[in-house]
């Protein structure tokens, strides 16, 4: 009884703490975008510019939102505007025969409709070598919400054309570092793919890392060292009421969540050294799932939800290991290099993604669970904490660039390119979030 | 707390001369009056006190070599225990042998000192992963804390806390800024 009543006087200590923060929702250090590259095998496609009827808000179009979406994402070479031979909003104006001449493989064309503080998209995409139409859908939103409204275009032309759903509607979570006059300041924050519309939702002098996302969508687990040692906290990002769920003695690092949102599995020192455990969020009991002297540690559930990866350095290095379930006998995945560390499952269960180390330089690897065969991804030196796209197309990770910690995005093969670094001082510890329905 | 060469000299000179002078006016010092130009007297408890004399309070001559002895080693463990920070090599948590007599000097201190406790900071550098870092870190503050352990300190006075890559010492990505940073911190407090 005393327990549960100091339990929630230290939630609510710690919801006013959170208020306070998010009410601090202007961006200090924003994102940039820079795309650095794009696929060879890169589809050319046409967004052409909607028309308006009424009034549109300032700002981007709507349609340049959609583009910069679909080069985004390496898979697609959107033909400038301006190389369009005539810009048709509807199927009667599509001449097919100009958009083969310009080498276009797909054609959207759309409108806008200003319908008092809402917008009405209603959009058509075609196959210009069949001539047919393979999409043809009308979506509103918010006028103030353009953006959204334009993922979600963005997203369906993407599941029109590859038949896997786009992943352009999810946000990332990521935490930035400014240093001024050997004072830190971190923050939480989260934004869009594109690093637009970033908000913070914690800031604090001491670390914060590791932010995982609730399977809704509506909650981030992460490290705070807040109290001066790590503990885990969830976030309720609608409310931004936080709780403290672990702060044993030792580590209290490395939370992701099981799919179902009801546990977390954390890495937890408390009798002695770092082992797995699996937290009930309902009931906050933990269960031990390794029991090794070696460090074991960065677990996360595989797409099907019964083994988990983990990292391991029981054979002399940081290894990837593998559970067919939890607190089975672990089988190691990973041999081609002194340090694999990391590991992140894709939601196909095909590949799981991890920091490999080459030479001297750390990159990213994928390792094909069904061949075994390792691919590196990157090129570039310093990089950790890759993150796959609920779709499994794409990955973020964070490298350096010119001493600063910056992120990049690339897709899941290695081809294209983007790098999101912040506007000032450094960014780091990105996760990808949810397709939330 | 850093100090300097001339600095330390100094402040090792003072404790010897402090020592020193504890040695010749024994237990009675506060009353006796430091250096002050008194005759021995006798006092209720029977103690004497002596005063400075001719040899102005402070006498070498009048220490024994064992004193001497113990006075130059306990010079020797104060000068070790200015070094706080412990350097690993990359992926590692074994104490390098030249960190060995610096450590049994704290622990030494430390069980002299019950009183005193002790925060031991794991660190590690940027490369690799930043969990398996934390993880890394923690191990390190371990070994540490078992060798003072081991070598006379009480659990009780130390407490661990590893910050992972999430702290260095120094900022960069060349080898020297990586070997510094990989390192744990004794914060006396």
Known sequence: MK???????????????????????????????????GADSAIPVSVVPFAENGSMPAGDKLSSIVQADLAMSGEFRPLPPEKMLSLPSKRSDVYFRDWRMLGQRYVLVGELTRNGDRVQARYEL???????????????????????????????????????????STKLAYVTLQRANG??????????????????????????????????????????????????FIHQLSSGERTKVADFPGLNSAPTWSADGQSLLMTLSKDGNAEIYQMNLQSRK?????????????????????????????????????????????????????????PRPDSTGKYVYYVHQRDRAFTIARTNLE??????????????????????????????????????????????????????????????????? | MKLSAQAKVIALLFSVGLVAGCSTTGENMEDGGYGSDVEPIDQDGGSTVYGGGDQGGISSSSMTEEERMEIQKQTEQQALREV?????????????????????????????????????????????????????GERRANAVQRFLVVNGASRGQMETVSYGEEKPAVMGSSESAWAQNRRVELVFE
């Open chain 1, 371 to 437: 061949s075994g065969d390792e691919t590196v991804l990157t090129r570039t030196e310093s990089d950790e904490s890759p993150s796959v796209s609920p779709n499994g197309r794409m990955l973020i990770y964070a490298t350096k660039q010119n001493g600063e910690s910056i992120l990049t995005v690339i897709s899941a093969d290695g081809g294209a390119a983007y790098s999101l670094p912040a506007s000032e001082g450094d960014v780091r510890d990105p996760a990808w979030g949810p397709i939330v329905r």
């Open chain 1, 126 to 168: 075609f196959d210009v070598n069949r001539e047919e139409r393979i999409l043809g859908e009308t979506a509103a939103a918010p006028a103030s919400n353009i953006r959204s409204l334009a993922h979600h275009v963005s997203d369906k032309v993407y599941e029109a054309i590859t038949g896997v759903p786009g992943a352009f």
């Open chain 2, 84 to 136: 706080t920070t412990f350097y690993f090599d990359f992926d590692t948590s074994e104490i390098k042998p030249e960190a060995r007599d610096v450590l049994m000097a704290h622990a030494r201190y430390l069980s002299n000192n019950p009183g005193q406790k002790v925060r031991l900071e794991g660190h590690g550098d940027e490369r690799g992963s930043k969990e398996y870092n934390l993880a890394l």
């Open chain 1, 183 to 232: 004072k830190a300041l971190y923050r939480l924050q989260v934004s869009d793919i594109d690093g637009k519309r970033a908000g913070i939702r914690l800031e604090s002098k001491e670390p914060i890392l590791s932010p995982a996302w609730s399977p809704d969508g509506k909650k981030l687990a992460y490290v705070s060292f807040e109290t001066g040692k790590p503990a885990i």
């Open chain 1, 286 to 342: 933990v269960t031990k799932l390794t029991n090794h002297w070696a460090i074991d540690t960065e677990a996360a559930w595989d797409s099907s939800g019964k083994g988990i990866f983990f990292t391991s350095d029981r054979s002399g290095g940081p290894q990837i290991y593998y559970m067919e379930e939890p607190g089975a006998e672990p089988r190691r995945l990973t041999f081609g290099s002194r340090y694999n560390a990391r």
């Open chain 1, 3 to 37: 327990q549960k009543m100091s339990f929630s006087l230290m939630r609510a200590t710690f919801a006013a703490v959170a208020l306070m923060f998010t009410a601090v929702t202007s961006a200090q250090a924003e994102l940039l975008i820079r795309i650095t590259e």
